[in-house]
């Protein structure tokens, strides 16, 4: 059937579930959405469950768009009309492309009114659909350029999402069934994750990284013939926003591939904040980069975003959905639907199977699963990591000496995770009075990246939601942080008082981490207190295993005379007992366990003892292999 007819057919079904009085002018794939134009979207705005008995009945994601949407400035004047002023709106975004309308209030349920009624209310005024979100305390200015440029680019994102959406609808035509999953990178090593989904009808890419500290084998393995040409590819997916998963992502564009990228809303925007970071890093050391701005641009403007738990179409015979994997904001675990019942795959990306400060636990539970790709960071046998309540007790112990003896802290961190995990941890400990009163400084892109953190509460635990907007506790807003914003402060902050410094990178490859350590280096006074994964090959590595003397360049030496401290606890990965515990509440039990994103001894012991304790099988694949599921 030619999508034509499938569409004319869509067409006349809905048409029979709607009610007499409510006509559907057109309808058309647009992405994973099937959207229905309509010139009455307050009657569809009158039918509360209509759109989900739609969606139920043709299996489809629903989306109601008027034909003419009103003018956004006299739409912006009928909210304001409609809703109490109590509400606290702060900022009205209208997306011609999607018809949707952001809502941002102080009190969102205000603005929803009992039940929905408020909502219902602006759908019928406007005809643009409403979304509400909470202002976030702190602005980001990543979130705001992105919503900017996605306005400007409207018309090619929309003929972008129907050109992918008649694509991810088309026929299936193969009758061979078959699965293989190709490893591109980030086997028997951390680094460079990228593996390829393989059908009869389909290609999906899975994670695009680079390897931190690598100067020889940095990319994976993206010049096989598997994965060419590609355009070939139907989507790529993103797991979550770290560079080891997500930063060649923009290299695909710049080498022909045209299709979409899956992820969560905050792994978009904290994706290309670090990716434009990454490339101007790369600018400052060499003059060679991978790809620039216009390739990023070109990402953000073919993402597709979903949350946790919506189960979307990317492919004629593979479904995605995600789900949380407490690792840092928006990563996620993506579950592939392959064919209709016929296979489950997943793929953990990093994950945490504990609660934090900041998160949930990963999932679990999944509809169905026949094989899982697992990380194996801390995947040795040895590799167990004391409990967060141990951790944060080294922390504080380590801080006070360092500060009682007239030293500075500097403690490198991701600007995403580790970084947001530090931050509440240390507040809480001058808060509770188990730190002396300091300042910490927060330098690089820490407080972006935390205002990102912000503008998403609902992707962090219900613990710290309600400790932000019921108890108006927000730990982020506290007095002891401060942006590190100039040379300037940062002069002053080396030559002032003892003090914390959090900043990035957090394995010590470039950024001011470099600064502050040439500074504050040769005093014995102060301290380097590492809280996140060191590669190997990295500086930080270097300096854990006993380096003292750092060069830079051909005349520079940084001498270490510091004290290095390493808090194990604050990392974002499960340890050796958390992954084996995650396996044993694996529902349903996968048939086959990969174990990935590990050094080689690691993800070999992790394959061992689980075939051994859980006779499930087992594989610690190698680069450049192809494995057939089914």
């Known amino acids: 059937m030619v999508i034509e007819d499938k569409l004319q057919e869509l067409k006349e079904q809905i048409n029979r579930i709607v009610p007499g009085g409510i006509t559907v002018s057109d309808v058309e794939f647009e992405g994973p959405e099937l959207v229905i134009y309509t ?28 034909n003419i949407l009103e003018d956004p400035e006299r739409a912006a004047q009928e909210i304001r009309a ?94 061979d069934q078959w699965l293989r999953v190709t490893t591109l990178g980030c086997c028997r090593e951390v680094g460079r994750a990228a593996f390829l989904i393989s059908t009869p009808e389909s290609k999906v890419l899975v994670d695009c990284g680079e390897k931190p500290g690598s100067t020889t ?105 995600f789900h949380n994997a407490g690792h840092i904001l928006g990563s996620a675990i ?60 080294k922390l504080y112990e380590k801080v006070s000496e360092t500060i009682g003896r007239g030293g500075k802290v500097i403690i490198p961190a991701f600007a995403v995770g580790r970084s947001q995990e530090v931050m509440l941890a240390l507040e809480e400990g001058i808060r509770r009075q188990k730190l002396p009163p300091m300042k910490i400084y927060l330098d690089g892109m820490i407080k972006e990246a935390t205002a990102i953190h912000t503008t998403y509460p609902e992707y962090l635990n219900s613990d710290l939601r309600n400790q932000i907007f019921r108890e108006g506790l927000n730990p982020f807003l506290s007095e002891a942080f401060v942006q590190v914003d100039s040379p300037d ?28 350590l040439k500074a504050l280096g040769p005093d014995e006074r102060n301290s380097l207190i590492f809280v996140g994964y060191q590669a190997e090959g990295t500086l930080g590595r270097r300096i854990q295993k006993g380096w003292r003397e750092i060069p830079l360049g051909w005349r520079d030496t940084i001498v270490i005379n510091l ?55 087992t594989h610690s694949p190698l680069n450049l292999e192809t494995y057939r599921m089914i």
């Open 217 to 321: 084998n940095g990319t994976p393995y993206l010049y096989v013939p598997e994965i060419y040409p590609l355009d070939a590819l139907d989507a790529v997916v993103v797991t979550h926003a770290h560079l080891d998963h997500c930063a060649l992502v923009p290299l695909l564009y710049k080498y022909g591939y045209d299709g979409p990228v899956y992820s969560t809303p905050p792994t978009r925007d904290l994706a290309a904040m670090l990716q434009l970071d990454y490339i101007d890093v790369v600018r400052k050391e060499t003059d060679r980069i991978p790809y620039s701005s216009n390739e990023v641009k070109a990402y953000i403007k073919h993402s597709i975003t979903l949350n946790y738990g919506s189960v979307t179409d990317i492919a004629p015979d593979i479904k995605l959905t």
């Open 334 to 393: 993506a579950h592939f639907h392959v064919g209709d019942g016929l296979y489950n795959i997943a793929f953990t990306g990093d994950f945490n199977y504990q609660k934090t400060r900041l998160f949930s636990p990963a999932v679990s539970s999944f509809p169905r699963l026949e094989t899982l790709f697992m990380e194996s960071t801390y995947g040795g046998s040895n590799d167990i990591q004391p409990q967060r309540k141990e951790a944060e007790e």
């Open 39 to 66: 010139d009455d979207p307050k009657q569809f705005a009158d039918q509360a469950d209509l759109i989900k008995i739609l969606a139920r009945d043709l299996r489809k994601r629903i989306v109601v768009r008027p």
């Open 82 to 175: 409609v809703v109490p002023e109590n509400a606290g709106i702060t900022e009205i975004f209208f997306d011609p492309e999607t018809g949707e309308v952001l809502i941002e209030a102080e009190k969102p349920g205000v603005v929803i009114g009992k039940n929905g009624a408020t909502l219902r209310e602006i759908t019928k005024q406007i005809g643009w659909t409403p979304k509400v979100v909470r202002t976030p305390p702190i602005e980001s200015s990543t979130v705001k350029q992105i919503r900017a440029y996605l306005r400007s680019v409207k018309d090619e994102r929309k003929v972008f999402l129907r050109k992918i959406g008649r694509r991810i609808h088309r026929e299936v035509t193969s009758k």
């Open 489 to 516: 402060l940062r002069e002053r902050v080396i030559t002032g008082e003892p003090c914390v410094i959090i900043t990035t990178s957090g394995m010590l490859n470039g950024g001011p981490v470099m600064e502050y």
């Open 563 to 617: 004290e290095i401290v390493t808090v194990d606890g604050f990392s974002g990965h499960s340890d050796r007992k958390q992954l084996m515990n995650y396996v044993a509440h694996l529902q349903p039990r996968p048939e086959k366990i990969f174990t990935i994103h590990g050094d080689e001894n690691k993800t070999l012991d992790l394959a061992s003892s689980i075939y051994k304790r859980y006779h499930i099988e």
